[in-house]
């Protein structure tokens, strides 16, 4: 049984930093690519981020220099380190896992399983 878990999610002011940490199980996770989207409210969820099995990451244009995608192969966690956040970063982030790369951070098509979700806010 695969199971994504996300935690760190929260409330901070506009150009603050706040961390999420993903705790993966259930599977071989050094071998899968790794990511992060978000669903804003009213919105479709979007990427964010990802990571492949060798930790290249990838970024989609709105947090490229403000985001960092980052996992740790021995406590089996991917982490997305966000900087100079703004309010419209505010969404909820989903953890996602995939059995295939290479990762898109655009793309959702690489997804075999996602995480329940935590929310962010930004104000």
């Known amino acids: 049984h695969v199971q994504l878990v996300e935690s760190g999610g929260g409330s901070v002011q506009a150009g603050g930093p706040l961390r999420l940490s993903c705790v993966a199980s259930?599977?071989?996770?050094?071998?899968?690519?790794m990511g992060w989207f978000r669903q804003a409210p009213g919105k479709e969820r979007e990427g964010v981020a990802a990571?492949?099995?060798?930790?290249?990451?990838r970024y989609t244009g709105s947090v490229k220099g403000r985001f960092t995608i980052s996992k740790d192969n021995v406590k089996n966690t991917v982490y997305l380190q966000m900087d100079n956040l703004k309010p419209e970063d505010t969404a909820i982030y989903y953890c996602?896992?995939?059995?295939?790369?290479?990762?898109?951070?655009?793309?959702?098509?690489?997804?075999?399983?996602w995480g329940q979700g935590t929310q962010v806010t930004v104000s």
């Open positions: 990571i492949d099995s060798v930790g290249t990451s």
């Open positions: 996602a896992a995939g059995r295939f790369g290479p990762p898109s951070a655009y793309s959702e098509n690489w997804v075999d399983y």
């Open positions: 259930g599977y071989t996770y050094r071998r899968h690519c």
